[in-house]
T-cell receptor
Framework: GAVVSQHPSWVICKSGTSVKIECRSLDFQATTMFWYRQFPKQSLMLMATSNEGSKATYEQGVEKDKFLINHASLTLSTLTVTSAHPEDSSFYIC????????????FGEGSRLTVL | AQSVTQLGSHVSVSEGALVLLRCNYSSSVPPYLFWYVQYPNQGLQLLLKYTSAATLVKGINGFEAEFKKSETSFHLTKPSAHMSDAAEYFCAVSGGIQGAQKLVFGQGTRLTINP
């Protein structure tokens, strides 16, 4: 199966700083990437859909200025948590697809953010 | 709109016993349905998916699920549990071919296997 990698796997930062999480498709070109947030022992909530070369589409209730998403190439999407606060601490997971619309999704390993 | 309800946040079975994880869905369009497995601090791995073909879907690791439209269900089963099956399982639904990639996940079911 296709491989999607996230970096970093773990990050601890101070409140008020910004953190960037990368999502890479290692062996395929991803036309679409998705970012999810998962609270402890809870389900995944879709935050935004990221299409290469265009602005991300955010789900209702997700602050686009807080969670900046950039999909500059067909193999890389980044999520930047700006001015992070403890309530932003969570497990962030990305997924990617070769084909827009119906292609199978491949998930990254996730990135755990802890804001002190 | 789509939604998913997983009945039972925690299921515990003995090794070798039948595994049954329940999932009911709601969808305003013909749905695509998925089961994913998540091991601690990892991403999700696709177990199987239903995309309007055969209603009985076989997946990896001996799992299978049956789409029952009349019951709006997509329960996951495995005849004989292994210790390695212990993990979190998520059922997900998407809006069919038009919205196949926009997944709505259930709350998850933690499966524990007793020796």
């Amino acid at each position: 199966g296709a491989v999607v990698s996230q970096h970093p796997s773990w990050v601890i930062c101070k409140s008020g700083t910004s953190v960037k999480i990368e999502c890479r498709s290692l062996d395929f070109q991803a036309t679409t990437m998705f970012w999810y947030r998962q609270f402890p022992k809870q389900s995944l909530m879709l935050m935004a859909t990221s299409n290469e070369g265009s602005k991300a589409t955010y789900e209702q209730g997700v602050e686009k200025d807080k969670f900046l998403i950039n999909h500059a190439s067909l193999t890389l999407s980044t999520l930047t948590v700006t001015s992070a606060h403890p309530e932003d601490s969570s497990f962030y997971i990305c997924s990617a697809s070769r084909t827009a619309g119906t292609g199978e999704l491949f998930f990254g390993e996730g990135s755990r953010l802890t804001v002190l | 709109a789509q939604s998913v309800t997983q009945l039972g946040s925690h299921v515990s079975v003995s090794e070798g016993a039948l595994v049954l994880l329940r999932c009911n869905y709601s969808s305003s369009v013909p749905p695509y349905l998925f089961w994913y497995v998540q091991y601690p601090n990892q991403g999700l791995q696709l177990l199987l998916k239903y995309t309007s073909a055969a209603t009985l879907v076989k997946g990896i690791n001996g799992f299978e699920a049956e789409f029952k439209k009349s019951e709006t269900s997509f329960h996951l089963t495995k005849p004989s549990a292994h210790m390695s099956d212990a993990a979190e399982y998520f059922c997900a639904v998407s809006g069919g071919i038009q919205g196949a990639q926009k997944l709505v996940f259930g709350q998850g079911t933690r499966l524990t296997i007793n020796p």
